[in-house]
């Protein structure tokens, strides 16, 4: 089997990787990068749990080859730290089983940088991209509107680092 | 995993992009032009689609471009459906695209794709078939002008080795309000039960159908009914057997229709 | 306790450093692809892997022909690789191994399976007909692998299980009303985001090393070693992760595949993931269920006979449903007080994907069929659904169906659940119509649930605490985190003992059966109760040698001492004390000299006084205690064309204590959502030949946002259960139990129509309506 070597940006690093043509973008990231964060739920489309950020949009990562991200900016889960997003899914328990949760942040996190401050209509289009089986989806609702809310205020964004939210307990 | 190799291929220039599927062609690889890639990734996993080659159309630049020319509205068919809502600026072509899959996917699909894809929904064409307007296709000779109308014919039929390259939409045509609606069997993110789509122009309702029968339609008896008011009859006309399948059944959907058509001549005739 | 603590592994899911088990991946890690059957039901002429065989890294490709194992919790009725013939759509019928993914995806096209199709068996009804399709023509001659279960040899019927108390077909003659119904309600599917999977090594000494995202590792690692003739403790299971299972990983079913797999190439490792498509078809799904339901009354409306028939939809292999029927029949009358009660649940085999545990254990449809005749009921007596069902509900000094004599201290409280409920929804009713703007009327709808255990009387659990030399505190469970949050819980039972932060208490997310003491099963909800009893035995354990050790330190008896806040002090004074640090691991006097070594906790927990129901009556004692609760739907109907929105949906219900509100709260609605799913638009869909329709989550559609209720109300009601953990009853399940029944009793409503069954999408509705000429 035909494997070429293919130049790959993900999270602002210049990253080489062993590819066929028709492998996909979340095989890649996964098999041959170690980002296990984006997670194969379909590899159909459907469920968002392999959701990335790519050239600032949400692209489910099983319907893109990885030769089609070759020179365009790929962003995994692994490379958020400290976001609003990853604080409010904490703080708003948006999550139970985790499986869900990558996808989720990735969609919010493109949110949050492509309309800071965005109405409840387009968060709610944006979010029915992804599927979770464990909540309710409220809880994920109010995390997501949390950190859109931070995003437009950024005096607030970030300034708590997502590791002290565990003190809580 | 997609259980067989392609190659990826990504052309600058429409040229190129007609010479390389030429090429593949020629060595045998059964090359496709590559949208957003969306249908062929997910179908070929299945073994559903078997291809050599892919020739991504999103580095053409004809096939990205949005521009507005004294009253149309010319949109490259390797815009996403995202780009298609966001920056295409018409609002029929808006509430039909944004309404295809979901908005991630949407930041993946193409128009192009949307329209020559084997799914048989196609719902982005809805809005293009209610003008008149122009499909500009790239071929051997470079581009060329042709009605949507003419090439699009429940599904988009080019001859081998052609490409969708742009649409050119002739927005003054449609000068009056506009209705969209999208139902399904339960749930937002779902194929369509029915997709329908109208305009007013020159005073007259136009309306477009999916997920009705197994292929996207206008029918001029229909529309003569239903600027008629007459919507039974128009339901009698639909041109092909009512869809009756896992999202609903033919039944239902006559149903259904009736009350969507209701609502469309509200708005279309008020 | 009462204030919201986040989950131990929070920040690993929020940045992808959770992993599960498909996530590691390491050169020489070898792939299986299995190949499943297109038909449900066809007899294998041949398997042609020639081509298969060809593909470079292909190491090898196993049918059913290569062992003679028959897998089952109950009744051994399966090979895990088809045997001669197919019994469903999905059945994995061969499997490749390859050294890479691509490999073994190409290969597993190339297989070619000649089949000779039969006829179908494609519902309860078909299969029980006369002159059936057998779907096991051998079923008499399978090996029962756990009792009771009783298969009735020349049928399709797996298994009968019964209760008989009283004299119902007498008493029904007697009473003043009788309302009869049926329902038929379809597979549903568990539709965990991570689908099932597994990797395993054999090791050059035997040993079998198995990663598996299982909920019951413990019982993998039994099954394994049964199977393939082995010790148990040569079998090691490790669980990490795990994406949700909402009982679909409690089976066994790709492990013994891998091991087969493992074998074939010298005991190198591999894996083994389903793909969504294989998740749904392939692997168990909930079971369906038909029901007859007949309910004796007084005029007044007070129950006085049920006679109730439940056929589950088993599929085509037993699996663990033998125990769902005794789980249904055990609770056959749902929470209400009957004194005559005749109930039979069958388990019947179709040509439909194989059930298994499915969130609640049977008791989701069966709360279906009951609550449903309960309006049914409340109709005919002219009273409000709510009241009929307070009027009835069953109480301290009742008996359950299997005649256990009830007391707060089982039972929860259900008439404070059910009138909180009641204000929650803002109840005005039975049909409550008109009330929305112009053709939208709102419904409401409400439905009551118990459930116990129904886990084997042997259950166990285990707990070891060991301390490090800051005083913190280790805590190994064998109880597997699926969402739940039930290791977090845990440790913060462990951390109210001790009187700790729970910061204090470290645990490991995974399990592994080489050092983990054992737990029965990640499942019924059990964990909670279970694992926290241990954890407190343990605790208690530890707490003796702090005391121990206090004493040598202090020069007291340790009856005098007591910890807490790290120390061990006087009861008396507790300025006088030794820091736990101090003693974790010895105590060091000041020469030098030491004593004692690293205290180290043990803890056992085994279920007491359950018993195994009576084949004849019954007659038992199913699960340490019942969780009850009452649940309320409102919606919002469009009469045109029967959309629907959810405008409010309702669960209380006795918690007994809450120990994590934040979490309890998002476990019961997740329960709701997925209840409200299956109301709504879950099912698997088999065409007229019988293959399955829906098996992509393109056509298998769950919630999604935007879904779910407008409001959810989710409320406990607290009263403690004395022999739990800090009083906690069990509620993982329970959020699903009564949706749909109340889901459809809204709509019924609304539309003015009876709607028994689901999912009521609005073209169901439509048609009953339209069926009822309205
Ligand atoms: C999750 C999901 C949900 C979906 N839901 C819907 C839905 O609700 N409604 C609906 O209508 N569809 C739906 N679809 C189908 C979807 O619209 C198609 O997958 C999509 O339209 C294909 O577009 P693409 O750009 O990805 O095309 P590709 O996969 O790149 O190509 C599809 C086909 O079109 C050809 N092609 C692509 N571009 C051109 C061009 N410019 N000229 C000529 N030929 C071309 C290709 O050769 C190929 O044969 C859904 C798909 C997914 C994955
Ligand atoms: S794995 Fe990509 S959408 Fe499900």
């Known amino acids: 089997m035909r494997r070429d070597e293919l130049a790959l940006d993900v999270n602002g690093e210049a990253c080489r990787v062993l590819a066929r043509g028709a492998d996909t973008l979340l095989e890649v990231l996964r098999g041959q990068l170690g980002l296990t964060g984006a997670k194969p739920g379909c590899e159909n489309g459907d469920c968002g749990a392999c959701t990335v950020i790519v050239d600032g949009a949400p692209i489910k990562s099983c319907m893109m080859l990885a030769q089609e991200a070759a020179g365009r900016r790929v962003r995994t889960v692994e490379g958020l730290a400290g976001t609003a997003a990853q604080q409010a899914f904490v703080e708003r328990f948006a999550f139970q089983c985790g499986y869900c949760t990558s996808g989720f942040l990735m969609v919010a996190q493109a949110l949050c940088e492509a309309h800071p401050g965005a109405d409840e209509a387009r968060m709610l289009e944006w979010l029915r991209s992804n599927i979770c089986r464990c909540t309710g989806y409220e809880e994920i609702r109010a995390a997501v509107r949390d950190a859109v809310a931070r995003a437009k205020a950024p005096a607030v964004q970030g300034t708590e680092p997502v590791a002290s939210a565990s003190r809580q307990g | 995993m997609i259980p067989f190799d392609l190659s990826y291929h990504r052309p600058d220039s429409v040229e190129e992009a007609v010479a390389t599927y030429r090429r593949l062609e020629r060595d045998g690889r059964r090359p496709l032009y590559y949208g957003g890639g969306t249908e062929i990734i997910t179908m070929a996993r299945l073994g559903q689609v078997r291809t050599g080659a892919g020739v991504d159309l999103k580095g053409v630049p004809e096939c990205g471009i949005v521009e507005r020319r004294n009253g149309s509205l010319l949109l490259g068919a390797g815009l996403t459906l995202a780009e298609v809502c966001e920056r295409g600026g018409w609002a029929p072509l808006a509430d039909a695209a944004g309404r295809v899959a979901d908005h991630t996917s949407r930041c993946k699909i193409t128009l192009g794709g949307n329209l020559a894809g084997q799914i048989p929904y196609r719902e982005a064409v809805l809005p293009l078939l209610l003008v008149d307007t122009v499909a500009v296709v790239a071929g051997e000779p470079g581009l060329r002008r042709e009605r949507l109308a003419d090439v699009f014919r429940a599904t988009l039929r080019l001859p081998p080795g052609d490409f969708l390259a742009q649409l050119e939409v002739p927005l003054h045509e449609a000068d009056g309000p506009h209705f969209a609606v999208k139902r399904t069997r339960l749930d937002w993110v779902d194929y369509p039960l029915m997709t329908v789509v109208g305009v007013r122009a020159g005073g007259r309702a136009r309306i477009a159908f999916s997920g009705l029968c197994g292929y996207p339609f206008r029918d001029a008896a229909m529309e003569r009914d239903l600027n008629a008011g007459r919507i039974q009859d128009a339901i009698g006309h639909i041109p092909g057997p009512v869809a009756d399948d896992l999202h609903g059944s033919a039944d239902y959907r006559r149903h259904v229709l009736a009350g969507v058509l209701q609502d469309a001549l509200e708005v279309l005739r008020a | 306790m009462d204030h919201a603590v986040y989950r131990k592994e929070a920040f690993e899911k929020v940045t992808g450093a959770a992993r599960y088990v498909g996530d590691y991946e390491t050169p020489g890690l070898h792939h299986a692809e299995l190949i499943t059957s297109p038909l449900p039901h066809a007899r294998i002429r041949s398997v042609d892997v020639r081509a298969a065989v060809a593909v470079p890294g292909v190491r090898a490709i196993l049918t059913g022909r290569e062992s003679a194992i028959l897998c089952g919790e109950v009744l051994e009725d399966r090979p895990p690789l088809a045997r001669g013939r197919v019994r469903y759509c999905g059945e994995p019928v061969a499997v490749v191994v390859a050294d890479c993914e691509a490999a073994a995806a190409e290969a597993a096209q190339a297989v070619r399976v000649d089949y000779e199709p039969l006829p179908p068996v494609r519902s309860v009804r078909e299969a029980l007909a006369e002159g059936a399709p057998r779907v096991h023509p051998d079923l008499g001659s399978y090996r029962i692998a756990q009792q009771p279960v009783a298969p009735r040899a020349g049928s399709n019927v797996a298994d009968h299980a019964k209760v008989r108390r009283g004299h119902a077909p007498g008493a029904l003659a007697k009473a003043e009303v009788v309302v009869e119904a049926r329902y038929s309600l379809p597979q549903v599917d568990h539709a965990a985001m991570e689908t099932r999977g597994v990797r395993c090594e054999i090791l050059p000494d035997g040993r079998i090393e198995l990663h598996t995202c299982s909920q019951a590792p413990f019982e993998v690692q039994k099954a394994i070693a049964t199977y393939f003739r082995i010790g148990v403790g040569s079998v090691v299971v490790h669980t990490p992760l795990v994406g949700g299972g909402f009982g679909g990983k409690a089976p066994v079913q790709l492990e013994v595949i891998a091991v087969l797999c493992a074998q074939a190439i010298g005991g190198r490792p591999v894996k083994l993931i389903n793909s969504r498509e294989q998740d749904i078809a392939a692997s168990p799904v909930g079971p369906g269920l038909e029901a007859r339901v007949r309910l004796g009354a007084t005029r007044a409306g007070r129950l006085v006979a049920a006679e109730l028939e439940y056929w589950l939809d088993i ?442 069954t689901v999912p009521l999408t609005p073209e169901r509705i439509w048609r009953v309506v339209r069926e009822a000429g309205r």
């Open chain 3, 315 to 756: 599929g085509a292999y037993a699996d663990s449903t033998p125990r769902v029927a005794r789980a249904v029949a055990s609770a056959c009358t749902g929470p209400y007080r009957t004194d005559d009660v005749w109930c039979d649940v069958y388990c019947v085999y179709t040509n439909h994907t194989y059930g298994t545990a499915w969130r609640g254990f049977g008791h989701m449809p069966m709360t279906f069929a009951i609550e449903r005749t309960m309006d049914k009921l409340a109709a005919r007596v002219g009273k409000d659904p709510a009241e009929l069902r307070r009027a009835n509900l069953i109480g301290p000094g009742d008996r359950t169906p299997t005649q256990v004599e009830l007391n707060r201290n089982l039972l929860g409280d259900l008439p404070k659940c059910l009138e909180r409920a009641r204000e929650l929804v803002g109840w005005r009713g039975r049909g409550v119509r008109g009330e929305g703007e112009d053709r939208h009327v709102r419904g409401q709808g409400v439905a009551c649930f118990w459930k116990t255990s129904s886990s084997p009387p042997n259950a166990t659990s285990g707990a070891l605490i060991t301390l490090n030399a800051d005083g913190s505190v280790n805590l190994a469970v064998g109880a597997v985190e699926t969402g739940a949050g039930t290791k977090t819980t845990a440790a913060l039972i462990l951390a109210h003992r001790l009187d700790i932060p729970v910061e204090q208490v470290h645990l490991h997310m995974d399990v592994n059966t080489l050092v983990d003491p054992e737990h029965w099963k990640t499942v019924a909800s059990m964990a909670t109760y279970m694992v926290g009893q241990a954890v407190l035995d343990a605790a208690e354990d530890a707490v003796r040698q702090l005391k121990h050790m206090g004493g040598v330190v202090l020069k007291c008896s340790p009856e005098d001492l007591d910890v807490g806040r790290g120390r061990v002090f006087l009861k008396d004074d507790p300025d006088l004390y030794v820091d736990v640090k101090d003693v974790a691991h010895g105590y060091q006097y000041p020469d030098g000299d030491s004593v004692g070594g690293q205290v180290m906790g043990r803890g056992a927990y085994i279920m007491r006084h359950l018993t195994l129901l009576d084949p004849e009556t019954g007659r038992g004692m199913p699960g340490p205690s019942w969780t009850v609760g009452a649940q309320a739907v409102e919606v919002e109907l469009d009469t045109r064309d029967f959309t629907y929105r959810i405008l409010k949906a309702v669960t209380v219900l006795d918690a007994g204590r809450v120990i994590n509100p934040a979490v309890a709260r998002g476990v019961v609605m997740g329960g709701m959502s997925m209840g409200l799913g299956y109301g709504s638009r879950e099912c698997l869909m088999y065409g007229d030949g019988g293959e399955l329709l829906s098996n992509q989550l393109r056509t298998y559609k769950v919630m999604r946002a935007g879904e779910e209720p407008e409001a959810y109300h989710v409320e406990f009601v607290e009263t403690p259960q004395k022999n739990a953990p800090l009083g906690a009853r069990p509620i993982g399940e329970h959020g699903v139990l009564g949706m749909p029944a109340a889901l459809a009793s809204a709509l019924s409503a609304a539309a003015g129509v009876e709607l028994d």
